[in-house]
């Protein structure tokens, strides 16, 4: 079954769960990169992410290959921003014509999840959301089991959209 991992990334915590669930699976990696960076540390930090997000911004992406029609399952990413996605992947959801996929979701925060995963299904109706999982600093805390929780869950994941994709 043909899965890609499309994530943004700002302090590496995501990418690091990217990366892990894209070896699990062997599946394909896509990273979502402004053109312009966001503070990394700072007030800045908080409040330029919080602000976009609020605003509802699009910040325009370096350029991507990424060809939606080749995959079963689509495996998004994000930091939890002012309780919601990282602004990228809004553009993302701008740019593609997302429509009857199977999405699992992940997201990397400090706190909570907030509305993260209801936002992003709000974003793209028309698909068959199969799971979701939020974890907490992984590069921070509990890396290891962080790692093993992420895996397990892409697995069970994968099995059940195969089967899904069979019937």
């Known amino acids: 079954m043909n899965s890609v991992i499309i994530f943004y990334s700002l302090e590496g915590n995501t990418r690091f769960i990217a990366q892990t669930i894209a070896q699990t699976i062997r599946g394909d990696i896509v990273e979502l ?6 503070a990394s540390k700072g007030f800045l ?3 330029a992410g919080g602000k976009d997000v609020l605003l509802k911004k699009t910040p325009p992406l370096e350029t991507y290959q990424l060809d939606l029609n080749h995959y079963q399952l689509l495996i ?4 939890v921003w002012a309780g919601s996605y ?7 959801f701008q740019q593609q014509l997302i429509e ?5 979701l992940f997201c990397c925060c400090s706190g909570s999840c907030g509305k993260t995963f209801d936002n992003i299904k709000a974003e793209m109706p028309q698909n068959n959301f199969v799971g979701e999982i939020c974890l907490f600093d992984p590069l921070k805390k509990n890396r290891e089991s962080q790692v093993e929780q992420a ?3 892409i697995k069970t994941i994968q099995q059940q959209v195969q089967s899904q994709v069979k019937g």
């Open 76 to 79: 998004l990413g994000t930091p």
């Open 45 to 47: 930090k908080f409040f």
């Open 100 to 104: 009857q996929k199977n999405i699992a």
């Open 33 to 38: 990169k402004p053109l312009k960076k966001y």
């Open 151 to 153: 895996k397990k869950w």
């Open 86 to 92: 990282a602004p990228p992947l809004k553009t993302f």
